[in-house]
Nanobody, 123 residues
């Protein structure tokens, strides 16, 4: 059974850092794209970053240069290192899996999702 589980969320001050993890079971990570999305209260779910099975990476304009996605296929885990956080980064962060998404940061390309982890950036 396919499962994705996010961890690493929490509360951090502006300018701080967090590292999120997405642990995947039930699929071969090296045959799937894994993406991170976030959703703030009252807003649409937004694609943040994506890692392909051949290690290509994509970032949204809002996080490029501050966030870094990486994967460890041996541990079935994808990481999202988030630096220079601002209040605009607050939201629930989800990871999602798909074998061959066309639009890698579009939520409707993914049908396997984790439960999410809360990230709050506040002073």
């Amino acid at each position: 059974q396919l499962q994705l589980e996010e961890s690493g969320g929490g509360m951090v001050q502006p300018g701080g850092s967090l590292r999120l993890s997405c642990t995947v079971s039930g699929i071969n990570l090296d045959q799937n794209f894994i993406a991170w999305f976030r959703q703030a209260p009252g807003k649409k779910r937004e694609g943040v970053s994506c890692s392909s099975n051949d290690n290509r990476r994509w970032y949204s304009d809002s996080v490029r240069g501050r966030f870094t996605i990486s994967r460890d296929n041996n541990k079935n885990t994808v990481f999202l290192q988030m630096d220079s956080l601002t209040s605009e980064d607050t939201g629930v962060y989800y990871c999602a899996a798909a074998p061959r998404p066309w639009r890698v940061l579009a939520a409707d390309e993914y049908n396997n999702w984790g439960q999410g982890t809360q990230v709050t950036v506040s002073s």
